[in-house]
């Protein structure tokens, strides 16, 4: 049996892919940030089990973060750009005439905006540089795998400790971690909660 499939072309010619949602770590270093967590976080719960409200709550989260930085935020690599162009103006008005106190300051405030974002690009760079790494390693190349057992060692926990006794059996390992993370997230009425 054939298979028809039609699609609708946009009017540019261009289709729009839905980029996949990705939390920016630069984010972190932003004003209002963490209020917007908060508001988000201090939202009505909708069931008794902390859990389940969190698993409830995370896609509205992903969809308030992406309206917040399209608005709030936007794209720093090109208000870096315009930035500079703004700085280079400055100063070359200032080969020709001395600027006035207004433009000095306000050349000063650009540059300190300008250190904001170069940090938050780093950060963003560092955050896409682990992103790619981790995704393509190094086609399998023995740096990759050197890297990659370091790694491993870095994370690996070697003991663990409750109110100062090491813990060498995993059923009390287990126990130990449970009734840490029942006491932080509470007791769950649903002994089970799956997330699709």
């Given at each position: 049996m054939p298979l028809?499939?039609?699609?609708?072309?946009?009017?540019?010619?261009?289709?729009?892919?839905?980029?996949?949602?990705?939390?920016?770590?630069?984010?972190?270093?932003?004003?209002?940030?963490?209020?917007?967590?908060?508001?988000?976080?201090?939202?009505?719960?909708?069931?008794?089990?902390?859990?389940?409200?969190?698993?409830?709550?995370?896609?509205?989260?992903?969809?308030?973060?992406?309206?917040?930085?399209?608005?709030?935020?936007?794209?720093?690599?090109?208000?870096?750009?315009?930035?500079?162009?703004?700085?280079?103006?400055?100063?070359?008005?200032?080969?020709?005439?001395?600027?006035?106190?207004?433009?000095?300051?306000?050349?000063?405030?650009?540059?300190?905006?300008?250190?904001?974002?170069?940090?938050?690009?780093?950060?963003?760079?560092?955050?896409?540089?682990?992103?790619?790494?981790?995704?393509?390693?190094?086609?399998?190349?023995?740096?990759?795998?050197?890297?990659?057992?370091?790694?491993?060692?870095?994370?690996?926990?070697?003991?663990?400790?409750?109110?100062?006794v090491p813990i060498?059996?995993?059923?009390?390992?287990?126990d130990c971690f449970?009734?840490?993370?029942?006491?932080?997230?509470?007791?769950?009425?649903?002994?089970?909660?799956?997330?699709?």
């Open positions: 028809l499939l039609q699609m609708d072309s946009p009017s540019n010619g261009k289709l729009k892919l839905n980029k996949p949602f990705r939390f920016e770590n630069f984010w972190l270093t932003i004003a209002g940030f963490k209020d917007l967590i908060m508001d988000w976080r201090n939202k009505e719960p909708t069931t008794s089990d902390p859990a389940s409200n969190l698993i409830l709550k995370l896609p509205s989260l992903r969809s308030h973060l992406k309206a917040w930085n399209q608005s709030h935020v936007g794209n720093i690599l090109l208000q870096k750009d315009k930035l500079l162009h703004r700085i280079d103006n400055l100063d070359v008005e200032e080969e020709t005439r001395n600027l006035s106190s207004a433009e000095k300051e306000e050349r000063i405030k650009m540059k300190e905006k300008l250190d904001t974002l170069l940090y938050q690009e780093e950060t963003l760079w560092k955050q896409r540089a682990h992103i790619k790494w981790l995704r393509d390693g190094d086609q399998n190349t023995k740096l990759f795998h050197l890297w990659a057992s370091n790694r491993k060692r870095k994370n690996l926990i070697l003991d663990i400790y409750h109110q100062r060498l059996d995993n059923r009390q390992i287990h449970r009734e840490h993370f029942k006491q932080l997230l509470g007791n769950s009425e649903q002994p089970c909660i799956t997330a699709n």
